[in-house]
């Protein structure tokens, strides 16, 4: 293993050693972010949303189960680096196939180990969300920052923004997932894919919903052709704001279709009915988040991953509510639109290695659909 080095864009540097993909000279720049979940780390490799992002786990010990191709949550892994502080090369599960190491390098994406993790969180809770540059430790003229060299460097790292997010992980064509290979579904669904993960179509198989996942672009006119009982609105990376054509899409839909939205589509359900969102401090990535329904009062644990959240006072009053808060930051983690047929969570009920507390929501989707097949639709006006 080589020896590497993380710069920070405030300059801090930490030393570690490489594994998975070699840099070979390289350098990796991308927005560091952190994730605590205590397992799971599968789903964080795979999961679109990390796209542009160095992932950071704060649990020490990362890859003791290995790597198991059924439990991905999207065929390829769109991080730009790992981070641990221990890897483990002797996996032990009877569904191994392959160990962390291999899984990088098949990937081309370079690992880093031996670095102080809890320093690294620690910084950026204290200093928030900040940019990294992981390069070979043979650059040593980078270490005075008084050089013109390490004022370039500092500058390069400061100045990357994950853009194009959505558009780099959504697929190109539509998919079908039929709920059985032998009947037909009791519903048809339509997942628009921002970047989603494969258990989001494996909940709703498992509820009689027969899922085409559309790309990203799919306009309005198409999706309501396609005679679908109901409107997924997937997870996925980057700032919300960015996706305008996406939200135009939605904005044209409210009313028309029942929707569920999950984290970025959330936010794009947010945003398409008027409301603003914000960048968060250091975000929510992680498997013990507690989000407060507010008509209930009830607590859920959560699984999360996101960097931006909707502005809670901000959707318009016309168009509907916040239905749950974070118990710890009091940020806007779902809304309804009852007049609509339409709710949105920021949290990932569909989270596999996660909390299941809220698996009802996809419950609710389907009851959401039966109704609608009951009642004629009122022409909705904005």
Not at 107 to 113: A, E, L, R
Not at 189 to 203: S, T
Request: proline share 4%.
């Amino acid at each position: 293993m080589d020896k590497v080095k993380i710069t920070l864009s405030d300059g801090q540097c930490f030393y570690g050693e490489s594994f998975g993909a070699p840099l070979n000279g390289q350098t990796v720049i991308g927005e560091l972010v952190f994730a605590t979940g205590m397992t799971g780390y599968i789903e964080t490799l795979t999961d679109p949303s990390y796209f542009g992002q160095i992932v950071m786990q704060t649990f020490p010990m990362i890859g003791n189960y290995g790597m198991i191709e059924e439990d991905r949550e999207s065929k390829k892994s769109y991080i730009k680096a790992y981070v641990v502080r221990e890897w483990c090369d002797t996996p032990s599960n009877f569904r191994c196939e392959e160990n962390l190491d291999a899984f990088l390098k098949n990937q081309g994406i370079t690992g880093v180990c031996g670095v102080d993790t809890r320093q690294i969180t620690r910084t950026i809770r204290e200093n928030g969300v900040m940019n990294a540059m992981i390069s070979s430790c043979q650059d040593n003229g980078l270490n005075n920052d008084t050089s013109e060299s390490y004022k370039v460097t500092i500058k390069q790292i400061n100045n990357y923004v994950v853009a194009n997010a959505v558009m780099s992980v959504s697929r190109k064509k539509p998919s079908r997932y039929p709920s059985s290979a032998s009947q037909d579904g009791k519903y048809k669904v339509a997942l628009i894919d921002y970047g989603a993960k494969h258990n989001i179509i494996r909940e709703l198989n498992k509820r009689e919903c027969d899922v085409t996942v559309l790309p990203h672009d799919t306009p309005a006119n198409d999706i309501i052709k396609g005679g679908y009982d109901g409107l997924m609105l997937s997870n996925g990376p980057g700032d919300p704001a960015e996706n305008k054509d996406c939200i135009k899409v939605v904005s044209e839909l409210f009313g028309k279709i029942p929707m569920f939205g999950i984290c970025l589509g959330h936010q794009i359900m947010a945003l398409a009915a008027g409301a603003r969102t914000e960048k968060l401090k250091y975000g929510h990535r992680g498997l013990n988040q507690p989000v407060k329904n507010i008509s209930s009062g009830r607590v859920f644990i959560s699984s999360q991953n996101h960097g931006y959240a909707v502005v809670a006072d901000s959707i318009p009053k016309k168009m509907g509510y916040i239905s749950y808060l974070n118990a710890n930051d009091g940020s806007c983690e779902g809304a309804e639109y009852p007049e609509y047929h339409a709710f949105s969570v920021q949290f990932h009920p569909e989270a596999s290695c996660g909390p299941h507390d809220t698996m009802m929501l996809f419950d609710k989707f389907t009851e959401l659909m039966s109704m609608s097949k009951l009642i004629s639709k009122p022409e909705q006006t904005k």
